[in-house]
């Protein structure tokens, strides 16, 4: 009888051993670090799709191995939008009830966006090998510095006394294009959060194409151009779908 508990005694502290220590493969990943480079295609939502379209945007990013399940990520990128729907858009004109387009008109969107994410992968068992792949759930928070440009919009407002002189071949020449709205824009670094799903496919033991798609929310707001059919528009929300490579390094052992 206490050989048999020996015996058992011995399996279970093999056992919690087991369970209490890193295995080999879990120590062999964490510390590694990748940098890596993004290309992804950008599409805003909701109101924000009503202000401007859809735009490339790419980004670099800086991983570090937590485990073989998780990993850290610090992450850049940009996007610019030159050609706002502003651009194309027409105000009505009480005076004559025609619509009419601004031809100076400018609108443009800047995103410098940093943000922290973390990324859960989905598969036990080791990943960093070559041909193996990953899918992996990535949520992340930052700060996303967005800059909306709008200038060159002629004032719908202006009355019959400030119209461009008439002559026989236009006898009606509209409103005076040299009368605008101030140029205005919405700028801040707005809190911002990301969520999404993705998959990393290991080319190599320390390369990796990773793809994801992702939805992002940003605390921020742009002002309404009533008279060009543009509300107000919070929060500002997009999708983005792309990918990218990464470079992975191994810890120094000292």
């Known amino acids: ?82 050609n706002g729907s502003l651009v194309a858009r027409t105000f009505n004109w009480p005076i004559d009830e025609k ?3 601004s031809p100076d008109a400018s609108a443009t969107m800047t995103w410098n966006n940093f943000a922290v994410n ?53 006898p009606n020449p509209g409103p005076d294009r040299s009368l605008m709205i101030p140029a205005a824009e919405d700028s801040k670094p707005a809190l911002s959060f990301n969520m999404g799903l993705g998959l990393e496919a290991f080319i190599t033991s320390n390369i990796s194409l990773d793809v994801r798609t992702r939805y992002h929310l940003s605390i921020a707001e742009l002002r309404p151009v009533n008279a060009y059919g543009l509300k107000q528009t919070f929060p500002l929300q997009q999708l983005d779908i792309g990918g990218g490579l990464k470079f992975y390094f191994k810890p120094q052992v000292r």
Do not use: C
Request: glycine share 10%.
């Open 1 to 82: 009888m206490p050989l048999k508990r020996l015996r058992v005694l011995i399996v279970l502290g093999v056992v919690l051993t087991g369970l209490a220590a890193p295995s080999h493969a879990q120590q062999a990943v964490v510390g590694k670090w990748a940098l890596g480079g993004t290309f992804n295609y950008n599409v805003p939502t909701f109101g924000l799709s009503s202000w401007y379209g859809n735009t490339p945007k790419w980004g670099v990013n800086f991983t570090y191995v937590t485990s073989q399940r998780t990993s850290v990520e610090l992450e850049f990128n940009h996007s610019h939008d030159p």
């Open 99 to 101: 619509n009419y387009l």
């Open 118 to 170: 973390g990324l859960i992968r989905l598969t036990a068992g080791p990943v960093f090998e070559s041909e193996r792949y990953a899918p992996y759930l990535t949520v992340g928070a930052g700060f996303y510095r967005y800059s909306s440009k709008t200038s060159g919009l002629v004032w719908p407002g202006q009355s019959k006394t400030v119209t461009g002189a008439a002559s026989l071949n236009n």
